[in-house]
Nanobody
Framework: VQLVESGGGSVRPGETLRLSCTVS????????MGWFRQAPGKEREGVAG???????SYADSVKGRFTISQDDAENKLYLQMNSLKPEDTAMYYC??????????????????????RGQGTQVTVS
């Protein structure tokens, strides 16, 4: 399974970006998928997740601004980011995992030994 993120870039505060994650291989059977971000000098943060039943969850820091969605037909995961702030600047990673599920599963994605993770896409807001 391979995950490849795209859509990052440099924008001004208040602007919008849409991140995409293309999943190849047998990643379509993931029970949990999500986005994490890592900024220099800051703790890694789970941003949003989506479960196999379509339920979504968000970190408080992005709730109301970011939307996670998936297109099963295209094997893609998206993160729509509106009203971007300088504190959203980070490397954004897409993750998927078959072994974990349930509410807020995305918070456990990074530390799962069975996860699949992309190389990341940089988002800079300034």
């Amino acid at each position: 399974v391979q995950l490849v993120e795209s859509g990052g870039g440099s924008v001004r505060p208040g602007e919008t970006l849409r991140l995409s994650c293309t999943v190849s291989g047998d990643g379509g059977s993931a029970n949990c998928m999500g986005w994490f971000r890592q900024a220099p000098g800051k703790e890694r943060e789970g941003v949003a997740g989506i479960e196999s039943d379509g339920s979504t969850s968000y970190a408080d820091s992005v709730k109301g601004r970011f939307t996670i969605s998936q297109d099963d037909a295209e094997n893609k995961l998206y993160l729509q980011m509106n009203s971007l702030k300088p504190e959203d600047t980070a490397m954004y990673y897409c993750l998927a995992d078959r072994s974990i599920s349930g509410r807020l599963c995305y918070t456990r994605l990074w530390n799962s030994p069975y996860n699949y993770r992309g190389q990341g896409t940089q988002v800079t807001v300034s």
